[in-house]
């Protein structure tokens, strides 16, 4: 297949913004696309080449890209240089370079996605000493035979530049137009991209077989599932009002969750959003083995920090010290955790996900030896207002942010925010001191002592019906010298020359960022807005909603990805909770 296939929509996705059309065009590369190349179009497009959580980076310093455009065109390294510092955009400064190029071959062939697909699966492969000289071979090699449209896409996906903003949730859609006909059978494509985290995969089995393929698509060891999710509720009563009479009352322990995948000697840990998390945790990795009956097994823990002379929990801030890549053993030795279990979801190569919640407990309770290091979360059954009161104290006493409360006959949906599993902390019953994640979209500089550095961040929340991140407020409180600073470098990464078509303000920002930052904030009110986008028009026609009076709380989720922050309808239910609260106090 024509690399200039992938390009062209790759450009006319670039001129627009509007996610129908954006899809459109997709749906249109699909139909074009045989089903073995699939997979690496389904990539391409993301600027990967193999799903996150396998860890395959392209990985080129723009040295040696600049060194690679410069052999394949004749044009000087000074003046690409030159060029780059202008525009700041490697992909416009690699097309412009090829159009004027002064070398010509004359057996210039077309080139395939095949071909630049595999060059760059060998370049992200490549190690030691020689691989900048090969590396620099194989761009320029690639480079030689490509259009300057190809080119320029060539050049921002090995440069990780490529951001059009295509949402895993835009390619499953297209998807399902392009092989089924229609957009109703996306439920049963997300079930399956759900389970096995890997587009590429979907892609492959619905181009091939039609829908039939996703049905049962079932879970494998050292294939991440995406995680439940809870919704969150004030009071007991809100509880019982969603889930019934008797539930499960787990411990809501505030760590890092991890899934955790064994086969015999081999265990990965994957994080929340999927990454591949085994190298901070090679205590995990050592000792987890002892505590397992099960020889292939797929279990979902939270990793908590520990006093290690008390045995207390510590706050997940402790954790982020082993977020790191050098002296792990010494971090491992300054900040020990405790692993605790809270799901199985494949035990013996048996799939668990269409266990009831109960079944699966007992499962948990039957394979796992409890030690030190590793544990059962607790849990107690409650069935009234007031046993679920004395679980919270109970759990809050013990270092805890509040409870899980599990519906005793639900199955595990993979990615769902459902409300099978609520969360509820003590801060939610003090009404308006509520926390958010929510997504960093952009910022504005600063004065005063401020200058040179961010003054105010826009944030976001996520839709996650259609995919977008409406902005809720802007913020400015809450940080210290040392966060600005901190903010200032991991943003530095994020900076986009357009803003992402995913993003909907009334604001401009001076700066826009990939949505892809997390971060706590609590905030006294939400109210509407004209301004912000969130839930526009769902409360008052013309408002969106907004927080009042944000604050940092000092926590940066980098557990989370932008598609776990707040969602609209999680604003939704806070916004009418806190009308129905203001009307209780107004009649009393
Ligand atoms: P939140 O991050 O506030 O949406 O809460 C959900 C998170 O709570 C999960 O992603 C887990 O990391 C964590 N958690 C702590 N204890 C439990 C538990 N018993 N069951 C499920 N998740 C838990």
Redo the contacts with the bound molecule.
Sequence with gaps: MKFSLVADTLRYMENTTKRLELTQHLVDLFKITPPDIIPKVVYLLQGKLRPDHEGVEIGIAEKIAIKALSKSSGISVKKIDHEYKETGDFGQVASKILEQKTQTTFLNQDITVERVYETLYKIAELRGARSQDMKMKYISSLLNDATPTEGGFIAKIITSNLRLGIADYTILDALSVAYTGSKENRPILEHAYNVCSDLGKVSQAVSKDGISALKDFQVKIFSPIR?M??ERVKSPQEAHEKMGQEFAA????????VQIHRQGEKIILYS?SLENITNYYPDIVENIGKSLKVNEVIL?A?IVAINDDTGEFLPFQELMHRRRKYKIAKAVQEYPITV?F??VLLEDGKNCLDVSYKERRKILERIIVEDSFAKV?PMTLVKTDNEVEDSLENAINSGC?GL?LKQLDSPYRAGARASN?L?LKREYRNELGDSL?LVVVGAFYGRGRRTGRYGALLLSAYNDQIDTFPSICKVGTGFTDGSLDQFYQILADKITVKKDPRIESGLEADVWFEPELVIEIVASEITLSPIHKVAMDKIRKGSGLALRFPKFTGKIRFE?TSE?ATTIDEILTLYNSQKRVIQDERQT
């Design positions: 995680p999710l809870a787990e411990y809501k322990l505030d760590g890092e969750r929340r979902e939270e605790n809270f799901d979360m942010e899980m599993w969360k994640d989370k776990n």
